[in-house]
């Protein structure tokens, strides 16, 4: 079965540090791009970064770039998200996508992040 | 970047309406452009991407038209299971970027 699943969220405070993993499992990792995209409370969908399957290549949002750092281990399956210099609005649910065969098919259930002040 | 804007962002609708939601992008995207249904508490589930391309699994009652600059979802019937909010992103230029949403509502 294909499965992406986060981990790693929780409370940390204003100006803290944090950082997310999502494990894939049921297709070859290594051959896809994969993003992370976030969603507050109560508000729409953002992307927040994107890597290609070597790793070698990254994207970031104007509101993360400088703060968070995309990368993956293709031996472990697994994709990670470093945040730093958290902030109140990087509150929000983390989810991580697969960008397969020209599309964001597979999506994480999210994991939670609340930065309190 | 590219901003992507929605409309209507709210939809009151009947069961069997043909519901059309338009997706704006700034500048040309050709046709790199997905659509999304997301419901409360759960992830996005993609629905079209390349503009029209039909997801597997998807019900064909779902469609996707458009290219550069204008897109369309359709419902061609909606059914009670269709009451989400839907989302549009564009996957032509990094950083990608999603329109705010339309949420559809029972009328």
């Known amino acids: 079965e294909v499965q992406l699943l986060e981990s790693g969220g929780g409370l940390v405070q204003y100006g803290g540090s944090l950082r997310l993993s999502c494990a894939a499992s049921?297709?070859?990792?290594?051959?896809?791009?994969m993003s992370w995209v976030r969603q507050a409370p109560g508000k729409g969908l953002e992307w927040v970064s994107g890597i290609s399957g070597t790793g070698g290549s990254t994207y970031y949002a104007d509101s993360v770039t400088g703060r968070f750092t995309i990368s993956r281990d293709n031996s472990k399956n697994t994709l990670y998200l470093q945040m730093s210099s958290l902030r109140a609005e990087d509150t929000a649910v983390y989810y991580c996508?697969?960008?397969?065969?020209?599309?964001?098919?597979?999506w994480g259930q999210g994991t939670t992040v609340s930065v309190s002040s | 970047d590219i901003q992507m804007t929605q409309s209507p962002s709210t939809l009151s609708a009947s069961i069997a309406d043909r519901v059309t939601i338009t997706c704006r992008a700034s500048?040309?995207?050709?046709?790199?452009l997905a659509w999304f249904q997301q419901k409360p508490g759960k992830a996005p589930k993609l629905l079209i991407y390349r503009a029209s391309g039909l997801e597997s699994g998807v019900p064909s009652r779902f469609s996707g038209s458009g290219s550069g600059t204008e897109f369309t979802l359709t419902i061609s019937s909606l059914q009670p299971d269709d009451f989400a909010t839907y989302y549009c992103q564009q996957y032509d230029n990094y950083p990608w970027t999603f329109g705010q949403g339309t949420k559809v509502e029972i009328k």
């Open positions: 996508a697969a960008y397969r065969a020209y599309r964001m098919d597979v």
């Open positions: 500048q040309s995207i050709s046709y790199w």
């Open positions: 049921g297709f070859t990792f290594s051959n896809y791009v």
